[in-house]
């Protein structure tokens, strides 16, 4: 086991090596058949592998000079006649151009589709371990937080859909941002820019879903650098965000077209299908050799094996707990005091109260009392929820004395990181929340399946699991920096839990050429 003075001298490359080391493992025995046999299943892996060669195959011709061909690209081969038939699915283009020296080599799409796949998760690892390095300055802590989100138990029922495994824009455009706000310089935001984009073009999923959590993320950085009122950032955020739209909005042109002649909105009861259960936090796909046979609540149900690994969870919860006594310490440290702080006390007491209730809500359905004949119920989570931010925000408004407690602590973003987790959750319950297929209210997704355009052609609100996994994993390096902290047994624990983390994920047999008769539900 190497000590902490080693851990420190760890770079990116080596964290590369790393998860490459951790990916090949994972997924053998693939690595030994690459050129030969698709990861997973031969219904989307198959037809993804096919869209990434239509695509490199695209810009091979306008690299020889053929722009017809390249201008074709969305007029793919397929439902014939219809125009622009390549926007009925995602188009993997950032995927594509990921393997493009090695399609133009070897012209083998079974070979350049299982590269791309082994990609997402070193990329994932790497991307993490850049943030929670950066946010920790801790390299044990990051390359946990990296193994806990790239190797997370939920990508095993996501194997066979490429788009939701390219998750690592998310941490790298997290990073770019972070970056930003420490140095100030305009390189990072550019970066963040392009792997925003990056992500944008990777799915529509994660378009629609992590977009408001890249504004929540900014707004937080701004307040707490007490750069609200600043013109430069809000100039330099407001130019990344143009920038986003821009180089995204041309991609979008052609769904949007399809959109409004073929496609349109999805079927509200399709969305309720596909959401996830409260009880899918703590089901695993069956294919997980450690917890397949344990954590079978919502087995059977559609997408729906959404539990983020053990390692992550204990981790995370560490972290809250540590903020919360640090964020104690530096109130009772306080020197500046006024009646405001009692006020902002109470209503922060309220607040917390709040949110104790709504994560029972959603944790139990808001059961209270359930026997024959006799049922109590709490539904009012989405009322519960919006009275707890208030709460919140006012006691945070009115008191400058429990500013400084909860943003000046060393693991101030582990609570922010674990509200954001549970936002994602309570989104990932889709517009009808249920505990155990038994509905207990309307949910916050429904008010983005009314107001926000592009929500209602989106199919699978539990994909929002990914998200969950990210935060999880942001706050759960937190915890792990204080415990390599300690010293060398420290980062020794904290490197045997990044094994831990990346080994209770493992399938018990990593399928390739799967037979779409016995393959999963294909979304």
């Given at each position: 086991?190497p000590t902490a ?8 490359w ?6 490459t080391?951790?990916?090949?493992a ?10 030969e046999?698709i990861?997973?299943?031969?219904g989307?892996?198959?037809?993804v592998?096919?869209v990434?060669?239509?695509?490199n195959d695209?810009?091979l011709a306008l690299?020889r000079?053929d ?12 439902f014939?006649p219809a125009?622009?038939?390549l926007?009925f699915?995602e188009?993997?283009i ?6 493009l ?8 799409i ?6 791309a796949l082994l990609?997402t998760?070193v990329?994932?690892?790497?991307g993490?371990f850049?943030?929670a390095?950066?946010l920790t300055g801790n390299t044990?802590?990051?390359l946990l937080a ?7 138990p ?14 690592q824009?998310?941490?790298?455009a997290?990073?770019?941002l972070?970056?930003y706000?420490?140095t100030?310089g305009?390189?990072?935001l550019v970066?963040a ?6 992500l944008n073009?990777s799915?529509g999923?994660y378009?629609?879903f992590f977009?408001p ?9 701004m307040?707490a ?8 950032t809000?100039r330099?955020?407001?130019a990344?965000?143009?920038g986003?739209?821009?180089l995204?909005?041309p991609?979008?042109?052609p769904?949007l077209?399809?959109?409004?002649d073929?496609v349109?909105?999805?079927p509200?009861?399709?969305i309720?299908t596909?959401s996830?259960?409260?009880l899918?936090y ?7 050799a450690?917890?397949?046979?344990t954590l079978?609540a919502m087995?059977?149900t559609?997408?729906?094996a959404t539990f983020p ?6 981790f995370a919860?560490a972290?809250?707990?540590?903020a919360?006594?640090?964020a104690g ?7 500046d005091r ?8 109470v ?9 104790a209730?709504?994560?029972w809500i959603?944790?139990?359905g808001?059961r209270i ?5 006799v049922?109590?119920?709490l ?5 519960v929820t919006l009275?707890a931010?208030a709460?919140c925000v006012?006691a945070?408004a ?5 500013r400084?407690?909860?943003t000046?602590a060393r693991?101030?973003l582990?609570?922010?990181a674990?509200v954001?987790a549970?936002?994602?959750f ?7 929340m ?7 209210a309307h949910?916050p997704?429904?008010v983005l ?8 052609g ?5 994909r929002f699991?990914?998200?969950v996994?990210?935060?999880?994993a ?8 204080a415990l390599?902290r300690r010293?060398?047994w420290?980062?020794i ?7 831990v983390?990346v ?10 050429d799967?037979?779409i008769s016995v393959?999963?539900d294909?979304?």
């Open positions: 086991m003075r080693a851990t420190r001298r760890l770079t990116a080596h964290a590369a090596a790393i998860y080391a951790a990916a090949v994972w997924t053998w025995p693939l690595p030994r058949v690459m050129s046999a990861a997973s299943d031969l989307d892996p198959a037809f592998a096919w990434m060669g239509w695509v695209s810009v690299a000079g722009g017809a061909r390249f201008l074709a690209m969305w007029d793919a081969p397929i014939y125009p622009l038939a926007a699915s188009h993997f950032p995927q594509a151009l990921l393997v020296p090695l399609h133009a080599a070897t012209g083998n079974v070979l350049c589709y299982n590269v990609a998760f990329l994932s690892g790497v993490m850049l943030l390095r950066e044990a802590a990051a990296g193994a806990a989100f790239a190797f997370t939920y990508r095993v029922d996501q194997l066979s859909h490429m788009q939701i495994l390219s998750s824009w998310m941490p790298l997290l990073y770019g972070r970056r706000f420490t100030g305009a390189r990072p970066w820019t392009l792997a925003l984009v990056a073009l799915t999923y378009l629609f977009m959590f890249v504004v929540a993320y900014v707004l937080g950085e307040w650098r007490g750069r609200l009122a600043d013109a430069r809000w330099d955020v407001s990344a965000g143009a986003t739209l821009l995204t909005m991609f979008l042109l769904y077209a399809v959109r409004l073929v349109g909105q999805r509200y009861d399709e309720v596909f996830a259960d409260v899918a703590v089901t695993a796909s069956e294919f997980v450690v917890w397949g046979s079978t087995r059977g559609a997408e729906n690994g053990l390692t992550v969870a204990l919860a972290a809250l707990v540590r919360g006594l640090q310490a530096r109130w009772r440290q306080a020197v006024s009646w405001r702080d009692g006020a902002g006390l209503f922060i007491g309220f607040g917390l109260v709040l949110t209730v709504a994560v959603a944790a139990t808001g009392v359930d026997m024959p004949g049922e109590v119920r539904r009012n989570f989405p009322r009275y931010a709460s006012l945070l009115l008191s400058r004395r429990l400084h407690a909860l000046g693991g101030a582990a609570g922010p674990l954001a549970f936002a994602a309570a989104l990932s319950l889709g517009p009808r249920e505990w155990m297929d038994r509905f207990f949910g997704y429904a399946l009314k107001f926000v355009p592009g929500f209602d989106l199919r699978v609100p539990s699991a990914m998200i996994v990210l935060w999880l942001v706050a759960a390096a937190y915890a792990a920096a390599a010293g060398r420290g980062t624990a904290v490197l045997a839990a990044a094994v983390a080994a209770e994920s493992r399938p018990v047999r990593f399928e390739v799967q037979p393959a999963k294909h979304a």
